[in-house]
């Protein structure tokens, strides 16, 4: 009896020592297995903003000197013929801010066939970051040919068959 | 165990001849087998049921693709084992790989991914059956680890009950083979459960000067913080559990043993130092990624947002189409730290609050009422998702109908044990304190999350817990209690308060609702 309980553990022991001589070689050798490929799916890239990356600039190549969300992007008819309708939220200014920034933009762009109207949001703190929301009439435009010009979370512009995320 | 040559000694001294008959390894096992008594047969009957279980729906679950959340699972596990490569190979980490796979969104903890990960070094491109396999033998040898810790310290009866349910559940077998960490979460919350009450336990038989020397409390505390950690890795929402399951070992450790409550504190200031010590990697790392302070997970906004707000305002407004409610919010709130320089969580989360504006109280009880449905309908409800499109035969029916007739009474026993207040000796009542509390606090998740069909594989385990408690209990009616009857008294009046605590929760949310 003596003998084998003091074995039990000195094989317990040289079992251990083996199978963690044979992770570590496992360990070791494992750049030489191949690498695994993870998909990212999710935490895909943020798609850039179109308005930005030459894809669909706003008229005159303006830039907007505030934060913003585009929201949608889109060719809308009326009576007057087919307009372009951009919805974007606005951040740290005042709607009032926003529209003069986006004036004084495009007139200095002398672009005007413009219209521009801003919301501010009710109910959120003053020192909120997204402020409101701003709506900008423009002209029609065309966009450019490649692929990434069609990126719908890109370009915010959304076709029926993309399902309501709620 | 007694080893072979014991029993063969044993058998010797009886008369057999170990000469003339050697016994093979067939006559060894029924030696052995006749050997045991009738309790143990009973739970080596479980165990190979459970196997056997496990080794019968394999087949109908190897091949099913990467569901849901399963996908940042494996893919952290894929990242982490490119940083494994990295560092034995002596080249600089990818930084941006592990960026995106690992520190993600935020929205989960690694621990699942960690377990995958030596899967991904040894076989770096392992198909989904071999995941699914690994993932199996893991989650059942964990069970099985588990259960050996309960018989130890809770006793047979409790790990016979586990064994059942929820060893033996279906759908919860099905689960082992999933890369949510839900059910390993469930698995640890109960080892952690089960060393309290051994902490308990020798923490009394000390203060009596008898039993064994007990094990130093920095060593016993590191134990608990570990398991502890290792659970919310799992499952993040796990954290207020095993804050709950801590503080209360440690006020029926302190009621049962006053003269150790230097070494009680002691035991707990070393878990809570392991568990720390082991969080901040993942805050730290996570925080530096993510550009703002991240203690577990970042999703908290997101999901009350979804879950009491008003969804077509997440976005203040509603969110871009073509995705879902998690992804949507998540671009947004990634354009406006884009835009601004925030943050990703702060736009999140003045994102909810806004999404908010409009909950009442009336408006929030009504959303946990039916978060709870969610949490207990339909607890097969993974049971067609996991069934492979290879399988070679249809498990998704029967693990569908068998888990329904095991888990529902399960429920019931489970929301017994929160209204029972067992007046037993001081084991069992700090096992019914711990139980509830651990039940309780797997309650909060309806409380501030969108339930759904995997939620109750966290609580699996204590529900065969409870009804071995609730077992032993019914067995022991009318017989004499032993021990101090005014710290029993005191434990009687702790199960008393969380009882009550429970249902006025439920009184209120109830009347609220409706």
């Known amino acids: ?166 | 165990m007694p080893s072979t040559v014991l029993d063969e000694e044993v058998h010797a001294r009886h008369g057999r001849s170990l000469v003339s008959d050697p016994p093979g390894p067939a006559g060894l096992l029924a030696r052995r087998w006749a050997d045991l008594e009738r309790a143990q047969r009973v739970l080596l009957g479980l165990v190979a049921a459970v196997v056997l279980l496990r080794v019968g729906l394999y087949p109908g679950t190897a091949g099913t693709p990467v569901y849901g959340d399963e996908a940042y699972y494996v893919d952290a596990a894929r990242a982490l084992s490119n940083l494994v490569r990295d560092l034995v190979s002596f080249s600089g980490p990818d930084t941006a790989e592990l960026s995106q796979n690992v520190a993600g969104n935020g929205w989960f903890m690694p621990g699942m991914s960690i377990l995958l990960t030596p899967l991904f070094v040894v076989v770096p491109d392992a198909p989904i059956e071999l995941v699914r396999a690994y993932l199996g033998l893991a989650s059942t040898a964990l069970l099985l680890l588990a259960v050996l810790g309960v018989r130890r310290h809770l006793g047979r009866v409790s790990a016979g009950a586990v064994l059942v349910v929820p060893g033996l559940v279906p759908m919860y077998a099905v689960f082992g083979f999933a890369a949510y960490g839900d059910l390993v979460a469930g698995l640890l919350v109960l080892m952690l459960l089960t060393q309290a009450v051994a902490l308990v336990r020798r923490t009394r038989a000390a203060d009596r000067g008898a039993g064994p020397e007990p094990v130093a409390a920095w060593r016993h505390g590191i134990h608990l913080g570990l398991l502890g950690i290792a659970a919310v890795y799992f499952r993040s929402s796990v954290s207020i559990l095993v804050v709950g399951v801590l503080a209360v070992t440690l006020v029926a450790g302190v009621l049962l043993a006053r003269a150790q409550w230097r070494r009680l504190v002691a035991t707990m200031v070393a878990a809570g130092a392991a568990f720390l010590v082991l969080l901040a990697p993942w805050s730290a790392y996570a925080s530096h990624e993510l550009g703002g302070r991240v203690l577990t997970t970042t999703s908290v906004p997101t999901v009350l947002a979804n879950t009491f707000g008003d969804r077509d305002d997440v976005c203040y407004g509603e969110c871009d189409p073509g995705s879902s409610i998690w992804f949507s919010p998540l671009r947004y709130s990634r354009e406006v730290a884009r835009a601004t320089g925030i943050s990703e969580m702060q736009a999140a989360a003045e994102m909810s609050v806004y999404a908010r504006a409009d909950v009442t109280a009336e408006s929030y009880a009504r959303d946990v009422l039916d978060n709870l449905s969610r949490y207990l309908r339909n607890p097969a409800g993974f049971a067609r998702i996991f069934e492979s499109p290879t399988a070679p035969y249809p498990t998704a029916e029967v693990v569908g109908a068998l888990t329904y007739l095991m888990v529902f009474p399960a429920f019931l026993v489970g929301l017994v044990m929160l209204l029972y207040v067992d007046r037993r000796g001081a084991g069992a009542q700090v096992q019914s304190l711990l139980v509830k509390v651990a039940i309780g606090a797997l309650l909060v998740q309806p409380f501030v999350h969108i339930a759904g069909s995997r939620y109750w594989m966290t609580l699996g385990p204590l529900l065969g817990l409870s009804a071995a408690l609730l077992y032993g209990a019914r067995r022991s009616r009318g017989r004499p209690v032993a021990g101090d009857v005014a710290t029993l008294a005191w434990l009687t009046r702790l199960q008393v308060v969380l009882v009550v605590g429970a249902v006025t929760a439920a009184t209120v949310v109830v009347a609220l609702a409706v």
């Open chain 1, 1 to 166: 009896m003596a003998v084998s309980e003091a074995r039990r553990p000195r094989s317990a022991r040289r079992a251990v020592a083996a199978l963690g001589a044979a992770l570590l070689l496992l360990i070791v050798l494992s750049p030489t297995f191949g690498r695994a490929d993870p998909t990212g799916s999710y935490r895909p890239e943020l798609s850039p903003d179109a308005r930005t990356n030459g894809c669909w600039p706003l008229p005159g190549g303006v830039r907007l000197d505030f934060g913003y969300q585009v929201r949608s992007d889109e060719l809308v008819a009326t009576t007057t013929g087919q307009r372009r309708q951009l919805v974007l939220h606005y951040d740290q200014v005042s709607g009032e801010e926003a529209v003069d920034s986006v004036e004084s933009g495009f007139a200095a762009a002398g672009v005007t066939d413009v219209q521009v109207i801003a919301d501010d949001f009710v109910g959120t703190a003053p020192d909120a970051v997204v402020r409101g929301q701003m709506v900008l009439d423009l002209p029609p435009s065309r966009p450019e040919g490649r692929p990434e010009c069609r990126a719908p979370f890109s370009t915010k512009k959304f076709t029926p068959d993309m399902d309501d995320r709620s």
